[in-house]
């Protein structure tokens, strides 16, 4: 396994070439530096050969905010950084993952390691096939439908969120999905309970969006289908990874990977083979499970990049200690701020019902709407960005995926807390 430890040890690494060694190398050609580097990377990299230890990489924290986007978001600085000295010179390879055929054992490489350092961390059964697809996870919706369904047959699709209920909306077109509950009423602040849900028992599939990032309401089981042959679906995009999960309990998992494991440009899906080979006849070649699960996900040229950055933080999840470790954690930042909003004396309010809040995304309101926008703008001046809630419900939200840092949590808890003070 490769550390992806502290920008020092990158710089030990024999893999790693510097800029300044490159400059030194008989076989490399200064002519062809200037021509394709821009001059602010220009100035950088004189700044970096003058200094006695050369500071090629920034420090962790140095020049970062604290980003609580909901995605794309924060990812590890580690990962950041090692992908910064693995950026012009992939491993000695003389080229960037950029300019790399897909078809290359380079590359070939990259993608089977993420593959398998995948497979480690969710612990994934063998009769699962797992694929590396584009069209994010909204592509998914049209997807699951035209993989699994002719276009009579049923489904069922539990709505608990906006992603929930786009998923439900693009099924329409199809198949027959029928929306056996929503939380749209009570603005989506609930999971229903499982024994009163009206399974249709010959639905092919019953979907979930496990985590629904802009209401922050997060599944914490998951329903059992009632029919024999009804399988489980769920939309994990804000939450993978960010637990560990029975993989064993869906038919398919699907994940946009820009909230918890990578940047934007690749989803992933990780599918029981037996349900692979049945697509509609309509079913355009990239939607395909069974195109991509033949090739490898290496059908057409894949968003080879983000596969790669991916690759690299499931890396750095499993040097962690995996995902219990991570679970751990995850639990422990979400708590100190949902007990700041809740010991607020209502200040702060989280409409979220207790037992369903999201570990992942956290929304609240101020009870003084007005102050909503000051509080947002502080925060930022204060190096907390991304804080204003989604267009849709307004209010604030912070994103704190497996790469906020506890101490980033406890800064915005910190600012919290002083804005009321200021406020009362
Ligand atoms: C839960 C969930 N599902 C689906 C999507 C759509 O993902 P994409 O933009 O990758 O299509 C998002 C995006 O934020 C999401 O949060």
Redesign the pocket.
Known sequence: MAAASSPNSLLQNPNFQSKSSFLKNPNSNPESLPTPISKKSLSISCTAVSSPSPPLVAKPHQDRILNFA??PATLPETVILKAQSELFNWRGSGMSIMEMSHRGKEFLSVIQKAESDLRELLKIPEDYEVLFLQG????QFASVPLNLCNPGDPVDYVVTGS?GDKAFKEALKYCKPNLIWTGKSEKYTKIPSFDALEQNPDAKYLHI?A???IHGVEFKNYPVPKGKDTILIA?M??NFCSKPVDVSKFGIIYA?A??NVGP?GV?IVIIKKDLIGRAQAITPVMLDYKIHAENKSLYNTPPCFAIYMCGLVFEHLLEQGGLEKIEKKNIKKAGILYDAIDGSGGFYRCPVEKSVRSLMNVPFTLERSDLEAEFIKEAAKEGMVQLKGHRSVGGVRASIYNAMPLDGVEKLVSFMKSFQAKHV
């Open positions: 909901a995605g994010g996870a909204t592509t992603w969006c985590n629904e990032t939309d995009s804000s946009g820009q909230k934007s989803t």
